[in-house]
């Protein structure tokens, strides 16, 4: 049988913000979108690789941005198959990349994983040049333990990870609400961990008071990111509300 030819888009969300978008029509009721996102800057940053599958497609968009080889740091929010899939292979085409990420995943996962020892990040910020990036601990939200996204202080830009994930195609980027979107990518998926600290979580990346999400699946937002966050939690604090026994 003959594989679908599937492409990457390429777009310029934010201020040295790059998406890498690849549609998969078979995935859900509606086709999903695979997004990684490169910051352009003196250490370039790359936040997702892809399935490993896709590392031809996500490498050749890489590489009409930057020369592939000065890749630096390479992150995603959670050991997974497409948000980490094709860690290693960047690790080869980009000899002097790391993976930075949290000590959790580094103590779990990254330290076996990674072709190279991954880099570990504290509460100091990345600083790539331009840009100054925090790493945030998410564990659990939406689902992993070792869960991490980060935040861009420079453009205020929360790489936002499965965190307001869409099914669908279309826009990259939008200022339309995200959260109905949201909650029927959940309702199908049912991806999202109902921890105690879900809520709090996402409040606190509301705190943060973003103004470009970039979201790993769908289109990403661009305006009052805060107040999204602010809308997905009160939506999750409803949900266990009525999951609480009488």
């Known amino acids: 049988m003959t594989q679908p030819a599937f492409e990457t888009q390429v777009d310029e969300i934010a201020p040295d913000l790059i998406r890498f978008s690849t549609f998969i029509p078979d995935v859900g ?8 996102f490169l910051i352009r800057d003196d250490q370039p940053f790359l936040f997702h690789t892809g399935m490993r ?16 080889e000065s890749l630096r740091w390479i992150s995603f929010a959670h050991v997974e198959a497409d948000e980490c899939g094709g860690m290693n292979s960047f690790l080869a085409a980009a000899p002097h990349a790391e993976v930075v990420h949290g000590p959790l995943a580094c103590m779990v996962s990254l330290n076996d994983m990674a072709d190279r020892p991954p880099h570990l990040i504290g509460d100091e910020p990345l600083d790539t040049g331009r840009h100054r990036l925090r790493f945030v601990p998410t564990p659990h939200v939406p689902h992993n333990w070792e869960s991490g ?33 949201a909650l029927f990518a959940e309702e199908v998926f049912h991806a999202t961990s109902l921890s105690a600290n879900l809520v709090p979580t996402l409040r606190g990346l509301a705190d943060l008071e973003p103004t470009t999400l970039a979201t790993m699946h769908g289109r990403s937002y661009s305006g009052d990111g805060g107040a999204q966050l602010r809308a997905l939690a009160s939506a999750y604090a409803a949900t266990q509300a009525e999951l609480l026994p009488a």
């Open 53 to 68: 599958q896709l590392f031809p497609l996500v490498s050749q968009a890489v590489a009409s941005v930057i020369p592939l």
């Open 29 to 36: 009721p509606t086709g999903f979108t695979f997004n990684q």
């Open 149 to 181: 996204l980060w935040f861009d202080e420079t453009t205020r830009t929360l790489l936002a990870g499965d965190v307001l994930t869409q099914l669908g195609g279309g826009q990259a980027l939008s200022d339309t609400d995200l959260l109905e979107p």
